[in-house]
């Protein structure tokens, strides 16, 4: 299974942009998919995740803000973020949770629960 995450940029505050994550390989539409963050320093932070079956689950910070989704027939899916904060700039990554059907969805919050990960995709915010 492979991933390839795009879409990220410099952008201002109050901007959106949306991120992509592409993966090859696998049975797409079993797959749960999470996004995650990461500043240079600090551990990886937990954004957002969809299950294989659609329910989402979002980190408190970006609740409103982001949303999560998937187009199963593109085996793809995307982060849209809105109303962007200067706090939202880090690399983002996303991955792949082969065993969804199993996983609660408070367990998708976990790095431990994904199996894949994409090379990361940097997003700036400016002030």
């Known amino acids: 299974v492979q991933l390839q995450a795009s879409g990220g940029g410099l952008v201002q505050a109050g901007d959106s942009l949306r991120l992509s994550c592409a993966v090859s390989g696998g049975a797409f539409s079993t797959y749960g998919m999470g996004w995650f963050r990461q500043i240079p320093g600090k551990e990886r932070e937990f954004v957002a995740a969809?299950?294989?079956?659609?329910?989402?689950t979002f980190a408190d910070s970006v609740k409103g803000r982001f949303t999560i989704s998937r187009d199963n027939a593109k085996n793809t899916a995307y982060l849209q973020m809105n109303s962007l904060k200067v706090e939202d700039t880090a690399v983002y990554y996303c991955t792949v949770d082969r065993s969804s059907r199993n996983r609660t969805s408070s367990a998708t919050v976990r790095p431990s629960s994904y199996d894949y990960w994409g090379q990361g995709t940097l997003v700036t915010v400016s002030s």
């Open positions: 969809i299950r294989w079956g659609g329910s989402t």
